[in-house]
């Protein structure tokens, strides 16, 4: 991949076409809040009137290398695939996204730095987001809001040990996430598990 390719993921992030509009709390959302945090029922309206609804385009950027990540999404509906380009510019997954799943770059939503790599649809999607100045202001209301960072926990629980065996690793995708499998294809999920297409070709058939 050359420079021109970074170079075109910027116009895209910065010119690509998106809906947003208020946003209205889903029983998909309020399943996963429930499971990470305790919030009473004027708690949960509060969060809700922070929300928006975004969609995106298949291709569009949540998120580029070198923006600040500045919220983070509920995905209602759709994929995303997030990436970074390593020195030979090719790309290497590390993180793969289904409804249900909240999406963030925890390193710069934390650390308040530039991006490292990119938060893309890979098919058109629906989210619900909330940005970090909105996540301050209803922390300075209700300390019952400092729950919200067990989504940051939720993130980084869905990163895969290295060190594991590839078979291992495969095994724990299929147990925990099958859903991936059925969604991204399999160059995307062998990067994500840190194994080439052909060694995870070889998973495959030891396992079937």
Avoid at 24 to 30: E, V
Avoid at 57 to 65: P, T
Avoid at 89 to 118: E, H, Q
Avoid at 178 to 207: C, D, H, N, W
Wanted: aromatic letters at 12%.
């Amino acid at each position: 991949m050359n420079m021109g390719g970074r170079e075109n993921c910027f116009f895209e992030a910065n010119f690509a076409y998106r809906t947003k509009t208020n946003s209205s709390m889903t029983p998909l959302m309020r399943e996963s809040i429930g499971k990470l945090a305790h919030l009473s029922a004027s708690d949960l309206t509060e969060l809700e009137d922070t929300l928006e609804l975004v969609t995106y385009k298949k291709g569009e950027k949540l998120l580029s290398e070198g923006e600040v990540c500045n919220w983070f999404w509920f995905l209602e509906g759709g994929s995303v695939r997030q990436y970074y380009l390593n020195t030979d510019w090719d790309p290497v997954t590390t993180g793969l996204f289904v409804p249900g799943s909240w999406v963030l770059d925890v390193s710069s939503f934390t650390g308040r730095k530039p991006s490292i790599g990119y938060i893309e649809a890979f098919t058109a999607c629906t989210t619900h987001r909330i940005s970090i100045d909105s996540v301050h202001q209803l922390i300075a209301r209700s300390q019952s809001f400092l729950q919200l960072g067990k989504i940051l926990d939720a993130s980084r629980d869905l990163a895969y040990h290295h060190d594991q065996t590839p078979d291992a690793r495969y095994l724990h995708l299929l147990k925990h996430s099958p859903e991936l499998v059925q969604t991204f294809p399999l160059r995307y999920i062998a990067s994500y598990l840190g194994m080439t297409p052909e060694t995870l070709s070889r998973v495959r058939k030891r396992i079937s």
